[in-house]
């Protein structure tokens, strides 16, 4: 069963788009050379300035509670002191997902 752990971060005005950036990297670096790793979405919220979303995929529970320590701990370690409150973490089973090229080139 495929995890997703969505994370909702709210940053300190005006600091988002460029923290965002710093965050999108950490959890690429970070995450990409965890076990269990399936992929990221980073979000920006279109109607609020200060708040983004990401969706990070995990093989199994086992590896999504390990990033728990590894990957996220390190992003919020990176980035606290341009965040406004800690993010709110969710955890869902991916029933299904089918992702074509979602940024442009």
Known sequence: MVVARLSRWLFKVGKRDGVFQELDSTFGDIARGAKGYRGVLSLLDKDDPNRGIVITLWS??????????????????????????????????????????????
Do not use: M
């Open 60 to 105: 199994d529970e086992d590896s999504s509670r390990a990033s728990e320590t590894g990957v996220f701990e390190s992003a919020i370690q990176k980035i606290n002191a341009h965040l406004q409150e800690p993010p709110k973490v969710e955890e869902y089973r991916v029933f299904t997902a089918e992702l074509k090229q979602l940024v442009p080139s």
